[in-house]
């Protein structure tokens, strides 16, 4: 009983010092040989990025499929660009990829050579009380410069400002003023080219011919003015014709005239009818032998 006690003990501490090793391997980097075939891109931010992080995720649309592997700081560009290193995990693109028609990735979870020219990349702010911000990836179709250069020896997607770089951009007053300027500028180019003698002229040229099209109006049309007035009058005694008609229409559908009355008496007897040769028709289905019997005789 006592060597199986501890033999137990021996196979729970093998078990522990072989959990803790396997720990100590993945985190201390020991493992780098599983990662060697995911795929890794040079992203460019030329704007302030506070709060993306080391290890910080990197989505696709939203959806998680890497992370953030290191910065390039140094560089001496315009603007200050910070550079940064995005690791691709295969196991997580093959996780949620469809596996059937997929235009964005091939059968190993990487991307497609024709799609990468429309990947853009851009930072996203996870919250505001936070500040934690990610890279997110989109697919833009009408991005057609097949162009892919390198950086740091790694494949460059591009970048898109973010939202709230947009936002600051056209706030910024510099911008506004320049804008503004800019605007003032064409109004009075325009302003300029107005010809105010021509506009004017046009318009009374456009006055007279309205009143030159009035007066050969009024000339040409005033011959007709008899027969106009010969064929109102005709118009007129139409009128009072139908007038009269309408008069001796309403009369004789008066609900008191005679030709209401007898044209009701005849649709009541029409119903009457009808009536009773519906009983005559119900009685032949209910009995169809007594069209062959007859009524017979009465009995005493």
């Known amino acids: 009983m006592k060597r199986k006690g501890h033999a137990t003990l021996v196979g729970a501490f093998v078990v522990g010092a072989f959990a803790v090793f396997a720990g100590f391997v993945v ?12 795929e890794r891109f040079v992203l460019v931010f030329r ?8 290890g910080g995720k990197v989505t696709l649309n939203g959806v998680r499929i890497g ?4 910065f390039f700081l140094g560089a001496a560009e315009q603007d200050a660009p910070v550079p940064i290193l995005v690791e691709i995990d295969r196991r997580l693109v093959l996780r949620h990829m469809d596996e059937t028609g997929n235009e964005l990735f091939d059968s190993d979870g990487e991307f497609r050579d024709d799609v990468l020219p429309r990947i853009q990349g851009q930072l996203v702010q996870e919250s505001f009380v936070t ?3 990610y890279v997110n990836l989109e697919y833009h179709s009408l991005q057609v410069d097949a162009n892919m250069t390198t950086r740091h020896g790694y494949r460059q997607i591009l970048t898109q400002a973010s939202t709230m770089e947009q936002l600051s951009e056209n706030l910024d007053p510099e911008y506004i003023g320049k804008q503004l300027t800019s605007l003032l500028k064409t109004a009075n180019q325009r ?13 009374q040229s456009a006055a007279l011919d309205f009143s030159s099209f009035i007066k050969k109006f009024s000339d040409d049309f005033a011959p007709l003015g008899p027969k106009l007035g010969v064929a109102s009058d005709e118009a007129t005694q139409t ?19 005679d030709f209401r009355f007898d044209f009701g008496e005849t649709l009541r007897e029409i119903s009457a009818s009808m009536k009773a040769l519906k009983t005559l028709a119900e009685l032949l289905e209910r009995n169809p032998q007594a069209i062959i019997r007859g009524r017979g005789e009465d009995q005493k």
């Open 27 to 38: 985190f201390t980097g020991g493992l780098t040989s599983l990662r060697d075939k995911n």
């Open 47 to 54: 704007e302030n990025i506070y709060g993306l992080k080391e």
């Open 67 to 70: 992370r953030v592997e290191r």
């Open 131 to 133: 500040g934690i911000q």
């Open 191 to 203: 302003l300029e080219e107005l010809n105010v003698i021509a506009i004017k002229e046009s318009f």
């Open 239 to 257: 009128m009072a014709e139908l007038r009269k008609l309408s008069s001796a229409v309403n009369k004789m559908l008066d609900p008191s005239s």
